[in-house]
């Protein structure tokens, strides 16, 4: 499985951005879809994520602002941002991981940078 990840870029503070994921080979159900982040000198976190069954959960950071869809049919997933801060600002990896036996997959990164 390899995953693209796109969408990034510069904003300021306030604005709003999609980031996109697609998944290319065979995936496998049951399985998570989303993202993590990395800001400069942090350790990579958690933003959102969504299961096969719809399930979401997000950092408490994110919530309310940020919102994680997937359409199975296209193997996607998606990021919508809204209300970004500077502390948004890091790269984004999109991320599949199969629920039953914990393997996963990661994309190559997208920059957000949000300006302030």
């Known amino acids: 499985v390899q995953l693209q990840a796109s969408g990034g870029g510069l904003v300021q503070a306030g604005g709003s951005l999609i980031l996109s994921c697609v998944a290319s080979g065979s995936i496998f159900s049951p399985n998570r879809m989303g993202w993590y982040r990395q800001a400069p000198g942090e350790q990579r976190e958690l933003v959102a994520r969504?299961?096969?069954?719809?399930?979401?959960s997000y950092a408490d950071s994110v919530k309310g602002r940020f919102t994680v869809s997937r359409d199975n049919a296209k193997k996607m997933v998606f990021l919508q941002m809204n209300s970004l801060k500077p502390e948004d600002t890091a790269v984004y990896y999109c991320n599949l991981e199969y629920l039953t036996s914990s393997r996963v997959y990661w994309g190559q990164g997208t920059l957000v940078t949000v300006s302030s």
């Open positions: 969504v299961s096969t069954y719809g399930t979401t």
